[in-house]
């Protein structure tokens, strides 16, 4: 059995529709319509020990829902999953002993306290013994290089320290698993960067099993080999990042270099024109029409530098992301309910 | 045993110390609730003097003010301000979770952060209590009640509040279906304020209450958060009346108990299958 195994997992909310206007919240006393969101639509997954996958997709596309899941927060309409063996909607302290999750919107310690207090009260929760304690938080105080801030209430930390503070935390009782939830949300360049990469050590040395989820493409090419993209609750895609160019971009970006100083006005029939600087052009072309293209070019203007390229990973994500929304649109996957007050 | 204990002596330490950082706000508004003693005390001189007669179901004005004074005790340790909108306001933005992810018992937690604040209260207000009784040391004028009747006295106040903690506590679980719980609350507060005995001695109720209502004013649950401990301290109720309302107390404390632990299960149940 796998590390973590999901089949058929599906989730449903029903949720408050309210028209707007005084009226409607009258007549929203005595009758309700809901909307049943279908959140999670039968995700089939299976995730080895000590990998490190990234979730990918718009936002609403269930990978939050995903998260909580499989950290049992909530229950699922159906469908099953295992985490270490454990049902995690069962929630034992078994299992809530061996996992964390950390969501980068929310926030986990004593807003008024110093971390140090939080980190404490975590060791009694999770029964760490206070050798295993002070080694953990001395190495990872150093990894994040936050000694001095832990003395300091967590309200006066900045969204990067408190964010650091967030991850030792949860990594005190040396998770066997861990959900991250947008991690570095919010944070400048030079904070996510940080927390990259200590990401990619703890996971490397720890060899933790980790499922993230970010918006930002460079969180995920710095440290995940295995990408699942989500749209409308269900599995796109799931392999390595390169891969994602390879499946989903349709076109490459040919970037031509013509002799002189001008650039021929015929460009239109070959492919898309994204950029016109004379004597540089980028044109964005049909990947099976690449050779015939190059050829024609060739063959009818001096051209003294060429180059192919696969488009941006972030473009091909995004296409990939509208795309699959127009499916599940046609598919029309909401059925309106209607019932009375109350939820 | 000895990990446990040292768990809840960490939450204890933790939640003292969250009591600590705003001292200020929390020192003035604990002196504060002491003003209106001084118009209580004229505003039960003025009633007596007008009703023209001693006593009114066996309080004289003295007793009354010495009542109040105690009532005051009694919702010291009773009174839960904040738990309720605070259980329901954690519903509502998500920071319930925390209890779901984490290997800790909601109840459990909750419990020693009340009586970590209840502990800071004190350290602050026993201070202005003493300076009160001394002062107001005329107006009980049968002076200290016997060692077995005191006994009862601190029994009652634990009972009160345990009743307290786990009353609000429920209101609060209501959230999980209601998501605002504020006007139930304020409702419950009405209420609170007659049927505990925090404005008059319930038996200035007798008499204008239909038969069945007095029954129910009897076993009702509110009047074990400020009236009966007041009492009792006051022998307004003696040896085997005594021994029932303990009983009683101790039953509410069960109920309310069980009530908040289903609600607790049921409320999680709920919070999961629609959301979180």
Known sequence: ?343 | MYARAQTWWTILRICIEERLVYRGDFALGTLMRFLPIITQIFLWTSVYAAAGQGDIRGYTRDDVIAYYLLTMVGRAFSSMPGLASGIARQIRDGEIKKFLIQPIDLLGFLLLARIAHKLVYYGVAIGPFALVFFLCGNYFTNGWPEASVLAAFVASLVMAFLLGLFLEAAIGMIGFWFLEVSSLLFVYMLFNFFFSGHMFPLEFLTGYLPDWLQTVAHYQPLQFLAYFPAAVFLGKIEGPELVEGLCVQAAWVMVFFVVCRVAMRRGFQRYSGYGG
Request: charged share 25%; with cysteine.
């Open chain 1, 1 to 343: 059995m796998a590390f973590i195994e999901i089949r058929g997992l599906q989730k449903s909310y029903r949720v408050y529709q309210k028209q707007e206007g005084l009226l409607a919240s009258l007549t929203g006393l005595f009758h309700r319509e809901y909307r049943n969101v279908h959140a999670v639509q039968g995700i089939d997954l299976e995730v080895e020990k000590g990998e490190f996958v990234a979730f990918l997709g718009p936002n609403g596309a269930g990978k939050t829902t995903t998260l909580k899941l499989l950290s049992g927060v909530i229950s699922p309409s159906a469908g099953e999953a295992r985490v270490m063996g454990f049902v995690p909607w069962e929630r034992t302290n078994e299992y809530r002993r061996r996992f964390a999750l950390v969501m980068g919107q929310k926030n986990q310690l004593w807003w008024d306290l110093p971390a140090a207090e939080s980190f404490r009260l975590h060791q009694q929760i999770y029964a760490i013994a206070p050798t295993d304690f002070d080694r953990t938080l001395g190495e990872l105080t150093d990894l994040l290089d936050v000694g001095k801030l832990l003395n300091q209430p967590v309200r006066e930390l900045s969204l990067g320290e408190r964010m650091k503070m967030e991850l030792i935390a949860a990594l005190l009782h040396s998770p066997e698993v861990l959900f991250l939830d947008e991690p570095t949300i919010g944070l400048d360049v030079i904070a996510q960067h940080n927390i990259q990469k200590f990401l990619k050590h703890y996971q490397e040395v720890r060899r933790v099993t980790i499922l993230l989820t970010s918006h930002y493409m460079k969180d995920v090419a710095a440290l995940c080999q295995r990408v699942v993209v989500i749209a409308e609750g269900q599995i796109m895609y799931d392999g390595s990042l390169a891969g994602v160019v390879d499946r989903f971009s349709t076109h490459k970006v040919l970037t031509l270099q013509f002799a002189g100083d001008q650039i021929p006005s015929d460009l239109d029939q070959y492919g898309e024109l994204i950029e016109a600087v004379a004597p540089k052009v980028k044109l964005r072309v049909d990947r099976t029409e690449i050779p015939k293209v190059l050829a024609a070019l060739l063959a009818g203007h001096t051209i003294e530098d060429v180059s192919v390229e696969d488009p941006p990973l972030e473009e091909v994500i995004a296409d990939l992301f509208v795309q699959s929304s127009e499916q599940a649109g046609k598919k029309s996957k909401e059925v309106l309910a209607v019932g009375h007050s109350g939820r």
